[in-house]
């Protein structure tokens, strides 16, 4: 029996866990959630985004206009105060580190949920505060500068220039001369108290976006939140399963994709918890081998993402791919039967297994590539990609 004092104790430990955790988690999302922001910009019919990458040298980059945008994303807690300039200057000097990775003339950018000190003078260097240059930044890029403000980012410039030869000697052993630091120290924003970090409005973003591109169509809000879940999951996948720019790069197509998944939204009134049990139920399969279906496609995600550490990404793409058109044909044969999905599965299932051998070899046991190829297959049927109701053509 634990005494009192130990139980409290272990209670104030396990509080303390489950708040780092659940913080990690919420700075994370705010990550992700900003991402969204960006993906669903892309669809915009006057966006000139061409790409965006996740974790890719930054927290964020934005490709437009043959330029990079890096954009590094922090969120921080009220009690912990501004954003002072040795905190914003360690991090603008990492990101000008890794400039050699992107374009000619790639940007910088700071973005945070909290505020810029107003009144901090950063000491020895005989400027303003963060948040001055923060305002002057933006004025120069819209063209809008007095000629006081001039002489004011000019005093800026004199400070900063040094500063930032110094750090980058220092702490990432690159020499700069006093123009090179000037360059970047102009390619610069500050870029904080950003709403997308605070309280971002996403469904009015989304629903202004999808109404450009189609303003007959009246979506409804878990149409908008369906999408925006999507495309956030689209963020996270590219994420974790990728490691190389291709794989992490997020085009117009892909986001596009989302909103064709939920095109009419049609699932959301049929009965079942998930995607995949509404589409099985409707395909006639017992609810019972559904809740096994379930399990199946988990234990096929351990599987793939063990096969994906090892570099066949590629090869598990092109095995999902092949097993969808073959389930398709099977269903196309099947016509419109009362039940159509546990026929289709039953003249599919011999394809599995040889399918999954020509993909993967013997990385994965014989006795577990049928169960392997019908996991994928529930994988996609909950990734909008397969139905078990009608042929695709008929859909």
Request: negative net charge.
């Amino acid at each position: 029996m634990l005494k009192a004092r130990d139980q409290r104790l272990l209670l104030s430990i396990s509080r303390e866990l489950d708040d780092t955790g659940s913080d990690t988690l919420r700075r994370y999302f705010a990550q992700v959630q900003y991402t969204v922001a960006y993906c669903v910009r892309m669809l915009r019919t006057d966006s000139d985004i061409v790409a965006i990458y996740s974790e890719y040298g930054d927290d964020l980059v934005v490709e437009r206009g043959g330029i990079h945008e890096l954009r590094q994303i922090k969120t921080r807690d009220e009690s912990r105060g501004a954003w002072r300039f040795p905190e914003v200057m360690a991090v603008l000097c990492k990101q000008y580190a890794v400039r050699d990775h992107f374009s000619p003339g790639c940007t910088f950018h700071f973005v945070s949920n909290r505020a810029a000190d107003p009144t901090s003078r950063p000491r020895g260097l005989g400027c303003g505060p963060l948040y001055r240059l923060k305002d002057l930044l933006l004025r120069r890029l819209d063209g809008a500068l007095t000629s006081e403000e001039s002489g004011e980012l000019a005093a800026f410039k004199a400070a900063l220039c040094p500063e930032i030869a110094r750090r980058m000697r220092e702490d990432h052993g690159e020499a700069l001369d006093v123009a090179e630091a000037l360059d970047l120290l102009l390619r610069t924003r500050i870029e904080t108290e950003d709403p997308r970090l605070r309280e971002f409005n996403w469904p009015d973003e989304l629903h202004q976006t999808l109404s450009e591109l189609d303003p007959e169509r009246e979506r409804r809000l878990p149409e908008l939140k369906s999408i925006w879940e999507a495309i956030a999951l689209l963020v996270v996948r590219r994420v974790i399963n990728g490691s190389t720019p291709a794989e992490r790069r997020i085009l117009r197509t892909d986001v596009e994709a989302c909103l064709q998944d939920r095109a009419g939204n049609e699932w959301d009134a049929m009965p079942g918890g998930t995607l995949l049990e509404r589409k099985c139920l409707a395909g006639g399969f017992d609810r019972v081998r559904v809740q096994n279906f379930s399990r199946q496609r988990l234990l096929a995600a351990g599987t793939l993402r063990r096969l994906t550490a090892v570099g066949l990404t590629e090869d598990a793409e092109w095995l999902a791919s092949e097993l969808s058109e073959r389930q398709a044909a099977r269903l196309e044969e099947v016509g419109g039967v009362g039940a159509p999905g546990p026929e289709a599965l039953r003249l599919v299932k011999p394809e599995l297994g040889p399918a999954v051998e020509r993909a993967f070899g013997t990385r994965v046991p014989e006795r577990q590539r049928q169960s392997l190829g019908e996991g994928i297959l529930w994988e996609e049927t909950q990734r909008c990609h397969v139905r078990w109701d009608v042929p695709p053509t008929a859909a």
